[in-house]
């Protein structure tokens, strides 16, 4: 084994490296996008979808239905009017957004439905109605 000479210098390098990758992520996530918060709930009869989305108006979100997904597009828009120089901090998220779930195939595309309340877009996918059992007629030869 041999014997490797410290260098401090090195390892302040490497913490630089590492703070400046942290940053550059975070500005990449926060500029033009974020994802809003979504809960799943799945019962007998359909699959609910509840997405926060305070702040944006029904024409800003776009719901698309295909075999086997479901895709939520958006955008948060910031108020044209306010002054940004006149804020102390802005933490809220604008940008755009783009969901997309995966939908088992016992959903109805016509049953689908969406609603926009109180800052909660809740889309409720109804699975079809299939026989629990059915009755098989036995023909006479």
Avoid at 50 to 68: F, L
Avoid at 76 to 88: I, S, T
């Amino acid at each position: 084994m041999s014997l490797i000479r410290w260098n401090p210098v090195n390892d302040i390098l490497t913490i630089q490296e590492k703070v400046n990758k942290l940053f550059e992520e975070d500005n990449q996530t926060t500029s033009n996008a974020f994802t809003p918060l979504v809960d799943i709930i799945e019962t007998h009869n359909d699959i609910k979808l509840i997405i926060e989305v305070p702040g944006i108006k029904e024409k800003d979100i776009d719901i698309q239905i295909t075999d086997g997904s479901v895709v939520v597009k958006g955008e948060r828009v910031f108020d044209e009017d306010a002054n940004k120089e006149n804020y102390c901090k802005l933490e809220r998220q604008y940008g755009s957004f783009n969901l997309s779930f995966a939908v088992p195939p016992n959903i109805s595309s016509p049953a689908v439905s969406a609603t926009l309340k109180d800052g909660l877009l809740r889309i409720t996918l109804r699975k079809k109605v299939e026989p629990s059992s059915k009755s098989i007629i036995i023909n006479r030869e």
